[in-house]
Nanobody, 118 residues
Framework: VQLQASGGGLVQTGGSLRLSCAAS????????MGWFRQPPGKEREFVAT????????NYADSVKGRFTISRDNAKNTVDLQMNSLKSEDTAVYYC????????????WGRGTQVTVSS
């Protein structure tokens, strides 16, 4: 599967952005999807994940209640709605996919930059 993230940009503190990740391939619905981010000068970190059906989601504590991950298997897309953005959310955001039985994400898209300014 090939992934392409979009929707990043510059936003003020407290604002919102919606990231979208488009996937190629006919087996998108079989993949667990995730969003990760890499803040400036830091390691990449987990943000959110969603099951193949969309029925199960999980979030990093730092984004719970502010971010929402969703997917549309008919359109081969996974989105990340980000509300109440903080300066510490500034990062390059990546979408990733893994097969259901895999322990690691084996497919990554190019990142999209999110910058939150105060």
């Amino acid at each position: 599967v090939q992934l392409q993230a979009s929707g990043g940009g510059l936003v003020q503190t407290g604002g919102s952005l919606r990231l979208s990740c488009a996937a190629s391939g006919r087996t998108f619905s079989t993949y667990i999807m995730g969003w990760f981010r890499q803040p400036p000068g830091k390691e990449r970190e987990f943000v959110a994940t969603i099951s193949w059906s969309g029925g199960s989601t999980n979030y990093a504590d730092s984004v719970k209640g502010r971010f929402t991950i969703s997917r549309d298997n008919a359109k081969n897309t996974v989105d990340l709605q980000m509300n109440s953005l903080k300066s510490e959310d500034t990062a390059v955001y990546y979408c990733a996919a893994k097969r259901a039985m895999s322990t690691t994400y084996g497919y990554w898209g190019r990142g999209t930059q999110v910058t939150v300014s105060s």
